[in-house]
């Protein structure tokens, strides 16, 4: 079974225009034809509209023009990645902006929450995942017309564009809020944005669940499984925890992956970013797929969204660019203590040694107390095991430390060893064919195990809680040292790098609500780390205004990129509604869309 990038595709129709290629690719193609969209009313054609709904995952495209790999919504790809590094992990204070102040303007807003209605960014999100959107409304109105399609088919393509049209929804609706509904029925587009649509969404996610099969023909693909976790989580985010406890329970104990592997924690917590691991991986509930060097520079199917963020110098291996530095305050919440739990609520008190402002020829010792393994899966400190690179060297590989701190991204980082295949150079800055999860099951067990903490089902919310972190008891799948500092090809030794201690929560440590959910939550951040949730959670759970401005106080005595910066509660919990977006509504003087609230 070969993933969905890999089906060769002869047409894909984007926004009115037909793509043509026989490359090798689930993502987007190069203009190089037209024809009527009525040629696609048959078996081939909608399968090529779908594809197309699938490829605005990526939320990129190539700009034939300027040859770069641009986002949907027509700027920079960055913005639109579906890692949500920007508006999840460094709007929630895992990480900072990163490089320096000059660099990438428009991002300090949203880091900082100063953001208005014209930044630029804002649109570009809006606009791409619309798109998306739009894609899966020209598979909706085709698929009808078509009668070379058995019943089974129908429904399987349906219920997939429905699907992706849920999850379009679903990430506009989780950073914006109030957002126009438009359909594959819809004739007037300017919709006016005032009315819940999250029982659309809930309608689109359940007609999926119900209707999909549990497993396709290609793995990029939706499946029952994918559709019942979102959903739930759709649920989850309306606090409707009755709705969503069935349905996560279902998908924990039935679930399984699109090629049919019984939904499980991966055993490697490194594996999960191992392209060559995806078709083994147990815990892939829903991801984008991306795919590397495929033939041509002018096909956006690598992961172009993190290309900002590897390590960057003229010693670093990476050519760019210094971005989406982890943050001190997330570092230090995988401090342990002796019982190999974490500091819930004085972490930061418990600092975890870090170099910055230390220069790279003073000598520097790692920290020596106890660490949750997953920090060095997840970071980049100085004098450990950077993947098969070598001892991340620390200030070296940081653009600009007094102002995007001392550590580097790993999650969205190949392997030396694998770089050949696994990364993209085709562009100024380093793409790659890692995948992008959407859901995976360690986040499913998470939020099952929250939707039980609030319904005082707290032995089984702590099971949850402890399966997820029992993975991490395995000193085998821990960051070890080199054999050779000097040669890391040649591998590890049984040395692990740190001290690291984790251990699972003792039976009946769950002794009430309150705790069970400061202890969900917390074990959020560090499960989800660096992954584009951060934001989103604090967000839903109440907690943003607290924690994030607990955050810039304690950054901010740090690093300069934070000073100064306020989370207002009942405004920064969403963006702005993009101005350019409600100038385009305005007819008699009046627009149809609405502002959120806060912002002008």
Same mark, same amino acid.
Request: glycine content about 8%; overall charge negative; charged content about 20%.
């Given at each position: 079974?070969?993933?969905?990038?890999?089906?060769?595709?002869?047409?894909?129709?984007?926004?009115?225009?037909?793509?043509?290629?026989?490359?090798?690719?689930?993502?987007?193609?190069?203009?190089?034809?037209?024809?009527?969209?009525?040629?696609?009313?048959?078996?081939?054609?909608?399968?090529?509209?779908?594809?197309?709904?699938?490829?605005?995952?990526?939320?990129?495209?190539?700009?034939?023009?300027?040859?770069?790999?641009?986002?949907?919504?027509?700027?920079?790809?960055?913005?639109?990645?579906?890692?949500?590094?920007?508006?999840?992990?460094?709007?929630?204070?895992?990480?900072?902006?990163?490089?320096?102040?000059?660099?990438?303007? /428009?991002?300090?807003?949203?880091?900082?929450?100063?953001?208005?209605?014209?930044?630029?960014?804002?649109?570009?999100?809006?606009?791409? =995942?619309?798109?998306?959107?739009?894609?899966?409304?020209?598979?909706?109105? =085709?698929?009808?017309?078509?009668?070379?399609?058995?019943?089974?088919?129908?429904?399987?393509?349906?219920?997939?564009?429905?699907?992706?049209?849920?999850?379009?929804?679903?990430?506009?609706?989780?950073?914006?809020?109030?957002?126009?509904?438009?359909?594959?029925?819809?004739?007037?587009?300017?919709?006016?944005?005032?009315?819940?649509?999250?029982?659309?969404?809930?309608?689109?996610?359940?007609?999926?669940?119900?209707?999909?099969?549990?497993?396709? /023909?290609?793995?990029?693909?939706?499946?029952?499984?994918?559709?019942?976790? &979102?959903?739930?989580?759709?649920?989850?985010?309306?606090?409707?925890?009755?709705?969503?406890?069935?349905?996560?329970?279902?998908?924990?104990?039935?679930?399984?992956?699109?090629?049919?592997?019984? &939904?499980?924690?991966?055993?490697?917590?490194?594996?999960?970013?191992?392209?060559?691991?995806?078709?083994?991986?147990?815990?892939?509930?829903?991801?984008?797929?991306?795919?590397?060097?495929?033939?041509?520079?002018?096909?956006?199917?690598?992961?172009?969204?993190?290309?900002?963020?590897?390590?960057?110098?003229?010693?670093?291996?990476? /050519?760019?660019?210094?971005?989406?530095?982890?943050?001190?305050?997330?570092?230090?919440?995988?401090?342990?203590?002796?019982?190999?739990?974490?500091?819930?609520?004085?972490?930061?008190?418990?600092?975890?040694?870090?170099?910055?402002?230390?220069?790279?020829?003073?000598?520097?010792?790692?920290?020596?107390?106890?660490?949750?393994?997953?920090?060095?899966?997840?970071?980049?400190?100085?004098?450990?095991?950077?993947?098969?690179?070598?001892?991340?060297?620390?200030?070296?590989?940081?653009?600009?430390?007094? &102002? /995007?701190?001392?550590?580097?991204?790993?999650?969205?980082?190949?392997?030396?060893?694998?770089?050949?295949?696994?990364?993209?150079?085709?562009?100024?800055?380093?793409?790659?064919?890692?995948?992008? &999860?959407?859901?995976?099951?360690?986040? =499913?067990?998470?939020?099952?195990?929250?939707?039980?903490?609030?319904?005082?089902?707290?032995?089984?919310?702590?099971?949850?809680?402890?399966?997820?972190?029992?993975?991490?008891?395995?000193?085998?799948?821990?960051?070890?040292?080199?054999?050779?500092?000097?040669?890391?090809?040649?591998?590890?030794?049984?040395?692990?790098?740190?001290?690291?201690?984790?251990?699972?929560?003792?039976?009946?440590?769950?002794?009430?609500?309150?705790?069970?959910?400061?202890?969900?939550?917390?074990?959020?951040?560090?499960?989800?780390?660096?992954?584009?949730?951060?934001?989103?959670?604090?967000?839903?759970?109440?907690?943003?205004?607290?924690?994030?401005?607990?955050?810039?106080?304690?950054?901010?005595?740090?690093?300069?990129?934070?000073?100064?910066?306020?989370?207002?509660?009942?405004?920064?919990?969403?963006?702005?509604?993009?101005?350019?977006?409600?100038?385009?509504?305005?007819?008699?003087?009046?627009?149809?869309?609405?502002?959120?609230?806060?912002?002008?």
């Amino acid at each position: 079974m070969k993933p969905l990038y890999y089906i060769s595709i002869g047409v894909l129709l984007c926004s009115g225009m037909l793509f043509c290629s026989c490359s090798k690719s689930f993502l987007n193609r190069p203009p190089q034809g037209s024809v009527d969209a009525g040629a696609l009313s048959n078996k081939a054609g909608v399968n090529v509209l779908l594809v197309g709904a699938y490829a605005a995952l990526a939320g990129q495209d190539y700009d034939a023009v300027g040859g770069n790999i641009q986002s949907l919504g027509g700027g920079n790809a960055w913005a639109c990645s579906p890692s949500n590094w920007l508006w999840g992990s460094v709007a929630g204070g895992d990480a900072h902006k990163g490089s320096d102040g000059s660099d990438q303007p /428009s991002m300090i807003p949203i880091a900082t929450m100063t953001v208005n209605p014209s930044n630029d960014l804002v649109n570009d999100k809006w606009k791409a =995942v619309y798109e998306g959107i739009t894609r899966c409304n020209n598979v909706l109105k =085709v698929l009808p017309k078509v009668t070379n399609m058995k019943g089974d088919e129908i429904t399987n393509v349906r219920a997939q564009a429905r699907f992706l049209r849920a999850h379009y929804y679903f990430e506009l609706k989780k950073l914006f809020n109030n957002l126009p509904w438009i359909d594959e029925t819809t004739v007037d587009l300017k919709q006016p944005n005032t009315t819940d649509i999250w029982p659309k969404i809930e309608a689109d996610f359940k007609f999926a669940y119900d209707s999909l099969p549990t497993t396709q /023909s290609d793995i990029g693909r939706a499946n029952k499984w994918a559709a019942g976790a &979102y959903l739930a989580k759709t649920y989850l985010f309306e606090k409707k925890y009755d709705a969503a406890e069935p349905i996560f329970t279902d998908v924990i104990h039935n679930g399984n992956t699109t090629n049919g592997l019984t &939904y499980d924690l991966s055993p490697d917590f490194e594996d999960l970013r191992r392209p060559s691991y995806e078709t083994k991986n147990p815990e892939a509930v829903f991801q984008v797929e991306m795919a590397a060097n495929v033939g041509t520079g002018a096909i956006a199917s690598s992961n172009q969204g993190d290309m900002l963020n590897f390590p960057y110098s003229s010693t670093s291996p990476f /050519s760019c660019c210094g971005f989406f530095g982890p943050s001190i305050d997330l570092v230090n919440s995988f401090r342990t203590d002796a019982n190999g739990l974490p500091y819930l609520d004085d972490y930061n008190a418990h600092a975890v040694a870090n170099d910055q402002g230390i220069p790279t020829a003073q000598p520097f010792t790692p920290d020596q107390g106890n660490l949750d393994p997953r920090l060095d899966w997840t970071v980049g400190r100085r004098g450990i095991p950077y993947l098969d690179y070598g001892l991340h060297p620390g200030k070296d590989w940081v653009r600009a430390q007094a &102002y /995007s701190g001392p550590f580097a991204p790993i999650k969205n980082v190949y392997w030396n060893a694998t770089a050949a295949t696994d990364a993209d150079n085709s562009q100024w800055a380093p793409g790659s064919s890692i995948n992008v &999860y959407i859901i995976r099951f360690a986040d =499913v067990l998470l939020m099952a195990a929250e939707v039980e903490a609030q319904l005082n089902n707290l032995a089984l919310a702590e099971s949850y809680v402890n399966r997820v972190r029992n993975r991490m008891t395995n000193s085998a799948h821990w960051v070890h040292t080199y054999i050779d500092n000097a040669n890391p090809a040649a591998g590890f030794t049984n040395t692990p790098a740190a001290n690291y201690v984790i251990s699972p929560y003792p039976n009946g440590a769950f002794t009430s609500q309150a705790f069970a959910l400061k202890a969900i939550y917390f074990e959020r951040k560090l499960e989800l780390a660096m992954e584009g949730y951060r934001y989103y959670d604090l967000s839903r759970w109440g907690l943003a205004a607290t924690v994030i401005n607990a955050y810039f106080q304690f950054e901010g005595q740090y690093t300069n990129d934070v000073t100064g910066a306020k989370f207002t509660a009942n405004k920064n919990e969403y963006m702005p509604i993009p101005q350019a977006q409600i100038d385009l509504t305005f007819e008699n003087g009046k627009a149809t869309l609405t502002q959120n609230q806060g912002y002008k």
